[in-house]
């Protein structure tokens, strides 16, 4: 039964630290999105790659936020330095897609619950 | 305004009943999909439409596109349906948006 894993499952971590968030897509989706969820805005699109390369960053905060993809099986997601309003449910998703389209169905792993304090 | 508009944003209903949750759109889309968040935390990706009608057991999705408006029906409702259900969009394809833009879920609680 193929899932999306995501390490840890939950952080506890002081303003100011370092946190980076692991994913492991579905083997052979080329596509990865991160999300975020809290309870004032419900969830957001952060980033997404597609075959490794990052399509859409706009989500992010650019100052602290940074999405990687060092190989086609493990996608991180790092803050530093973190901040409270950070506290949230950070959730990858992957899918299949083809070039001339979009992703289809996306698979959403377990979240990461990060807080900050 | 948000771009995805879902109501009720709450819904309790005893077991056996039919529900409907409706979600309405302001932009163009190439996709519509409909999630389901358990209490536990995790989400399943349920339907994705692009037109039409889908129906999975107990499980009926169906999408207007030039009305744009879609509607999630559950038939014989059952306490194990209480969840958030959640609609999201895929922007029209052309300009490469891939990522989904989400509307803040229904609350449905199924009562015995």
């Known amino acids: 039964d193929a899932r999306v894993t995501q390490t840890p499952r939950d952080k506890v971590t002081e303003m100011g630290q370092e946190v980076t968030m692991r994913c492991q897509p579905i083997?052979?989706?080329?596509?990865v999105f991160w999300y975020r969820q809290t309870m004032m805005q419900g969830l957001e699109l952060l980033a997404y790659?597609?075959?490794?390369?990052?399509?859409?960053d706009s989500g992010m905060p650019k100052d602290r936020f940074s999405a990687e993809m060092p190989d086609a099986t493990l996608a991180t997601l790092k803050i530093q330095p973190s901040e409270p309003r950070d506290s949230a449910v950070y959730f990858c998703?992957?899918?299949?897609?083809?070039?001339?389209?979009?992703?289809?169905?996306?698979?959403f792993g377990p979240g990461t619950r990060l807080t900050v304090l | 305004k948000n771009e995805v508009e879902q109501s009720p944003q709450n819904l309790t209903a005893q077991e056996g009943e039919f529900i409907t949750i409706n979600c309405s759109y302001s932009?163009?889309?190439?996709?519509l999909h409909w999630l389901q968040q358990h209490p536990g935390g995790g989400i399943v990706s349920l339907f994705m439409l692009s037109s039409g009608k889908k129906k999975h057991g107990r499980l009926i999705a169906t999408i207007n596109i030039q009305e744009k408006h879609s509607s999630l029906h559950i038939t014989a409702s059952h306490p194990r349906d209480s969840a958030v259900y959640i609609c999201?969009?895929?922007?029209?394809w052309g300009g490469g948006a891939d990522g989904l833009t989400f509307g803040k879920g229904t609350h449905l609680i199924i009562q015995p």
């Open positions: 083997l052979g989706h080329n596509t």
């Open positions: 998703a992957s899918g299949s897609s083809m070039t001339s389209g979009g992703t289809d169905t996306q698979y």
């Open positions: 790659f597609r075959n490794r390369a990052p399509l859409d």
């Open positions: 932009v163009g889309i190439s996709a």
């Open positions: 999201a969009v895929r922007l029209k």
